[in-house]
């Protein structure tokens, strides 16, 4: 699929009144603002500036961002951890940066809770032929979620003991 290109570059001051808009109304990170900026067609020196009045003006902030991804991602997508990490990794956002962000956001998550309610709904949905079945969809199911192997193996018996097949 190629990008759409614009049949003229946008000026400087257009990109920056439109990524303020656009950045007031919703958190993004640099790498989103320079896909957009590129997408655009705008100089590279010109986007740099643009970045950069954006960051001094807090119309950007990578840790707001990476805080409210977390908080979006864990409450309405129902991701875990790895999941999250690998989607912020992908932003070309600092790794350091992210554990320190996911450490503030500890206490606010119950990361086994959202693995055995997850868990659960999805066992519901399922048809197998045996427990050992039934245990490897979960497992997919769990890794696709990218909720943490070692939690979801301590859970499972838990989830599984009531069920009989």
């Given at each position: 699929?190629?990008?759409?290109?614009?049949?003229?570059?946008?000026?400087?001051?257009?990109?920056?009144?439109?990524?303020?808009?656009?950045?007031?109304?919703?958190?993004?990170?640099?790498?989103?603002?320079?896909?957009?900026?590129?997408?655009?067609?705008?100089?590279?020196?010109?986007?740099?500036?643009?970045?950069?009045?954006?960051?001094?003006?807090?119309?950007?902030?990578?840790?707001?961002?990476?805080?409210?991804?977390?908080?979006?991602?864990?409450?309405?997508?129902?991701?875990?951890?790895?999941?999250?990490?690998?989607?912020?990794?992908?932003?070309?956002?600092?790794?350091?940066?992210?554990?320190?962000?996911?450490?503030?956001?500890?206490?606010?998550?119950?990361?086994?809770?959202?693995?055995?309610s997850e868990l659960e709904r999805k066992k519901k949905s399922l048809s197998a032929r045996n427990n050992w079945e039934l245990q490897a969809k979960l497992l997919r199911f769990a890794a696709s979620r990218g909720f943490d192997m070692e939690?979801?193996?301590?859970?499972?018996?838990?989830?599984?003991?009531?069920?009989?097949?």
């Amino acid at each position: 699929m190629t990008e759409k290109q614009p049949s003229s570059p946008i000026s400087k001051a257009s990109a920056l009144s439109r990524l303020q808009t656009l950045c007031s109304r919703q958190e993004k990170c640099s790498y989103d603002v320079m896909e957009k900026m590129r997408n655009w067609g705008l100089r590279e020196a010109d986007q740099q500036l643009v970045l950069k009045q954006l960051i001094d003006e807090g119309f950007l902030n990578e840790t707001r961002y990476i805080r409210a991804y977390i908080r979006d991602k864990h409450r309405y997508s129902k991701w875990g951890r790895n999941k999250i990490s690998f989607m912020l990794r992908r932003k070309r956002l600092d790794d350091s940066l992210v554990r320190q962000v996911f450490l503030e956001l500890e206490e606010e998550f119950d990361w086994n809770q959202l693995i055995r309610s997850e868990l659960e709904r999805k066992k519901k949905s399922l048809s197998a032929r045996n427990n050992w079945e039934l245990q490897a969809k979960l497992l997919r199911f769990a890794a696709s979620r990218g909720f943490d192997m070692e939690s979801v193996q301590r859970l499972l018996p838990e989830i599984l003991k009531d069920t009989d097949l």
